[in-house]
C-alpha cells in the first residue's frame, strides 16, 4: 500500500480483555517499529523489528505485551489483561533505511 | 539518560505570525535529529531530517536549526497558517545500530485567525 494502515483505529475494552494491534507496514520496508503515546506525552518506543533479526523488546513495558511480525510483512502488538493505564494511542512506523520512517494513523486504545 | 527537551509545551499565535519552537537534547552518541508534525488523531509525518555536519535545513515555511555543541534545535515556522495548528516533535536518533528514535513531548501550536 501507499503507507502504513493500522488497524483498528479505535478500540474500547474492558480492563481485563486481551486486545490485538495490527500493522501493516509500507512493501519493502525491513524495519517495523511500535510505539505508544499516552495523551500529552511524547511517544515511547515498544519494539523494532529488522527482517529477521530477533527482535529488540526492550520497550515493552510488561510481559502483559507482545508483538509478532512474520517476516516483513504484518505486525501484530498484544495486549493481555488489559489495564486502564494501556490506554494511548498504540503507533507503528516502518523504514526501508536509517532516514525514512513513515507513521501511521495509529489505534486509539481505551480500556474501560 | 537520553532524553528530549522541547519548549514551550503549548503556543497560541496569530495567523500570518512567525513563531520558534525549541529542542534541547542530551541523546548521545548523536545520529541525526528530526521534526515531525503530527495532527490531531494522525500519525506524525516527517518535516526534517539533520546530521551532525547540517546547521541548518527548510521545508517550505519551515526551516530547522541545529547546533550539535550546544545539542540545542529549533524550528521556525514562517507566516503561519490555520493548518500549522499541530504538534511538532523533536525526535533524536542515537546511533545504537538501527537508530532508535527518542521523542520529545512535542509542542502544540495553535494558529488563530
Known amino acids: 500500500g501507499a503507507g502504513v494502515s493500522q488497524s483498528p483505529s479505535n478500540k474500547v475494552t474492558e480492563k481485563g480483555k486481551d486486545v490485538e494491534l495490527r500493522c501493516d507496514p509500507i512493501s519493502g520496508h525491513t524495519a517495523l517499529y511500535w510505539y505508544r503515546q499516552r495523551l500529552g506525552q511524547g511517544l515511547e518506543f515498544l519494539i523494532y523489528f529488522q527482517g529477521n533479526s530477533a527482535p529488540d523488546k526492550s520497550g515493552l513495558p510488561s510481559d502483559r505485551f507482545s508483538a509478532e511480525r512474520t517476516g516483513e510483512s504484518v505486525s501484530t502488538l498484544t495486549i493481555q489483561r488489559t489495564q486502564q493505564e494501556d490506554s494511548a494511542v498504540y503507533l507503528c512506523?516502518?523504514?526501508?533505511?536509517?532516514?525514512?520512517?513513515?507513521f501511521g494513523s495509529g489505534t486509539r486504545l481505551t480500556v474501560v | 539518560k537520553n532524553q528530549v527537551e522541547q519548549s514551550p509545551q503549548s503556543l497560541i499565535i496569530l495567523e500570518g505570525k512567525n513563531c520558534t519552537l525549541q529542542?534541547?537534547?542530551?541523546?548521545?552518541?548523536?545520529?541525526?535529529l528530526r521534526w515531525y508534525k503530527q495532527d490531531t488523531g494522525r500519525g506524525p509525518v516527517s518535516l526534517t531530517i539533520m546530521t551532525f555536519s547540517e546547521n541548518t535545513k527548510s521545508n517550505g515555511r519551515y526551516t530547522a536549526t541545529l547546533d550539535a555543541d550546544t545539542k540545542q534545535s529549533s524550528l521556525h515556522i514562517t507566516a503561519s497558517q490555520l493548518s500549522d495548528s499541530a504538534s511538532y516533535i523533536c525526535?533524536?536518533?542515537?546511533?545504537?545500530?538501527?537508530?532508535?528514535?527518542?521523542f520529545g513531548a512535542g509542542t502544540r501550536l495553535a494558529v488563530h485567525p
Open positions: 525526535v533524536v536518533s542515537a546511533t545504537t545500530g538501527y537508530n532508535k528514535l527518542i
Open positions: 529542542c534541547n537534547y542530551t541523546v548521545s552518541p548523536f545520529s541525526n
Open positions: 512506523a516502518s523504514s526501508y533505511d536509517s532516514y525514512g520512517y513513515t
